[in-house]
């Protein structure tokens, strides 16, 4: 079975400063990696994926993520951060050859990025 | 377009009370399953489902119940609340073929059981 670890729960940041968040996974078959983006009491939204082909994964909103194989990385990062941003951000890797190809995500812990002015 | 209705979005339960927690979408997609959230602890899968008549339990399935008798509909049911249970409840639904990779999620109902 696969896992998600989220390395920081909390990301601070000024605005108009980058951020990246951080995501490694483990599993030792290919899969295929999510961000998504929770906004207060509301659900969550697709912010990126990557399937299979670029490592680079560029998202809605400005945000783009980069799959490192050898690292099992799936790292977030925006150059230039908006208030607006200030959100839960999930990371989520799904097994494509698990649970009779359902495809269900394994979600992680989640990072709350705060934008200060 | 609907997408993922949830209701209700707020309720408060005395221990030992039952519940249902509705989830209707309106995409006619097969995949359908029940988040609960807390903090710290992300996304952990209750139940879900492949398809009508197709049920099967996530991480977390003790304390609740699903059916899938349509399509459109999962509900989510709590026999006895716990205060273990006070938690927010996501619904999510997807698509199979070209959409299966991108889930669906409701707003979400906050539970609080007392």
């Known amino acids: 079975a696969q896992s998600v670890t989220q390395l920081d729960s909390q990301v601070p940041v000024f605005e108009e400063a980058p951020v990246e968040l951080r995501c490694n996974y483990s599993s030792s078959v290919s899969v295929y990696l999510f961000w998504y983006v929770q906004y207060p009491n509301q659900g969550l939204q697709l912010l990126l994926k990557y399937l299979s082909g670029s490592t680079l994964v560029k998202g809605i909103n400005g945000f783009e993520a980069e799959f490192n194989k050898s690292q099992t990385s799936f790292h977030l990062r925006k150059p230039s951060v908006h208030i607006s941003d200030t959100a839960e951000y999930f990371c989520?890797?799904?097994?494509?050859?698990?649970?009779?190809?359902?495809?269900?995500?394994?979600f992680g812990r989640g990072t709350s990025l705060i934008v200060h002015p | 377009n609907a997408g993922v209705t949830q209701t209700p979005k707020f309720q408060v339960l005395k221990t030992g009370q039952s519940m249902t927690l509705q989830c209707a979408q309106d995409?006619?997609?097969?995949?359908m399953s029940w988040y609960r959230q807390d903090p710290g602890m992300g996304l952990r899968l209750i139940h879900y489902?492949?398809?009508?008549?197709?049920?099967d339990q996530g991480e977390v399935p003790n304390g609740y119940n699903v059916s899938r008798s349509t399509t459109e509909d999962f509900p989510l049911r709590l026999l006895s609340a716990a205060p273990s249970q006070t938690s927010v409840y996501f619904c999510a639904s997807r698509g199979g073929h070209s959409t299966w990779n991108t889930i669906y999620f409701g707003e979400g109902s906050w539970l609080t059981v007392v």
């Open positions: 995409m006619n997609h097969e995949y």
């Open positions: 989520a890797v799904s097994d494509p050859s698990g649970s009779g190809g359902s495809y269900i995500p394994t």
């Open positions: 489902s492949v398809g009508a008549g197709i049920t």
